[in-house]
């Protein structure tokens, strides 16, 4: 990786990771705020263990949900950030080209701060998972839980979700790359043009000529993304919760996460994937002409 493009990186963060922080860490503060003054509805039955766990996994998705939905609300407007104001002569002046500002850029917002929160959220659900415990039960039963084998099982699953996140990214490249391409020739009305539009072409073709193809492209890339996230063997259901993440438990829970991984990297091959990776290289090359046409 040259300097140049690390120099792009440490630009996106330097803009953007206050922000970043800010969506990742203050939920589960306020959570931890009033954890104490709340009441906790769980069943005598479940172990602490299994409150852990709950705990975790939930903090963990919540965090990382929340900062993927802000950065892909931001990414279409990055597509003319420096038209906008006007530092776009400065980074021309650089001996950089447009493919590494806009891969940069791209990297940044729809993969590393994704990876980002999934790490932070994973460290504020283990927070989140001892005041749980503490709440339910008092800081005695701190003791009862078992934090080893909660670490393997959430390690293994962390390990998946960041593979999933590459993944899943991959799959949603034609749509993040068709929404900035848009916002870069259009500005403001890029992304309500493109939804109406791509609407507009598939009720028309669904209702006038019978060809639902623009609902089945895009229910089969949402499928294979949701897939290549997690749960790609279909299997996630099938995982009980064992009193106290039971040694057995817990080597099935990293064999799911191995095994699943297996299968996502497995539907690589896939052609509604190329496809759209076609569409979304399109869309990078549209970038390209609409930044070096706006100097």
């Given amino acids: 990786m040259s300097t140049r493009f690390l120099t792009l990186l440490q630009r996106e963060w330097m803009q953007h990771h206050f922000g970043w922080l800010l969506v990742m860490l203050v939920p589960p503060a306020l959570v931890l705020l009033i954890l104490p003054f ?4 769980v069943p005598d039955r479940v172990p602490t263990s299994v409150v852990a766990a709950i705990a975790l996994a939930g903090t963990s998705v919540t965090v990382f949900g929340l900062s993927w939905a802000v950065s892909m609300f931001q990414l279409p407007g ?31 917002h729809a993969l590393l701060a994704p990876l980002l929160a999934l790490v932070v959220g994973a460290g504020a659900g283990l927070v989140m998972a001892a005041a749980a415990v503490v709440k339910l039960a008092g800081i005695g039963a701190l003791l009862q839980v078992s934090w080893g084998s909660l670490l393997v099982v959430g390690t293994a699953g962390l390990l998946r979700a960041a ?6 990214s991959l799959w949603l490249a034609p749509i993040m790359l ?22 507009a072409l598939g009720v028309v073709l669904d209702k006038a000529y019978g060809n639902p193809i623009v609902w089945m492209l895009l229910k089969a890339q949402m499928e294979g993304a949701n897939r290549a996230f997690i749960d790609a063997n ?25 095994n699943d991984a297996l299968s996502a990297l497995g539907q690589l091959a896939s052609p509604h994937l190329l496809g759209g990776l076609l569409i979304a290289a399109s869309g990078f090359g549209l970038l390209i002409l609409a930044r070096a046409r706006s100097h």
């Avoid at 776009?88 to 590494?100: A, C, D, N, Q, V």
């Avoid at 593979?163 to 899943?168: E, K």
């Avoid at 039971?246 to 080597?251: G, K, W």
């Fill in 38 to 41: 709340g009441s906790m509805d």
């Fill in 78 to 108: 990055l597509a003319r950030r420096d038209s906008q104001d006007r530092s776009i002569e400065f980074w021309l002046s650089l001996p950089g080209s447009h493919t590494e500002s806009i891969g940069a850029t791209l990297l940044a």
């Fill in 163 to 168: 593979l999933g996140v590459l993944l899943f």
């Fill in 178 to 199: 068709a929404l900035m391409a848009a916002s870069a020739w259009l500005k403001r009305w890029g992304t309500p043009v493109l939804i109406a539009g791509t609407i």
């Fill in 234 to 258: 279909r299997t996630l259901g099938q995982m009980h919760d064992e009193p106290n993440l039971t040694a057995d438990f817990v080597s099935k829970a990293v064999h799911w996460a191995a």
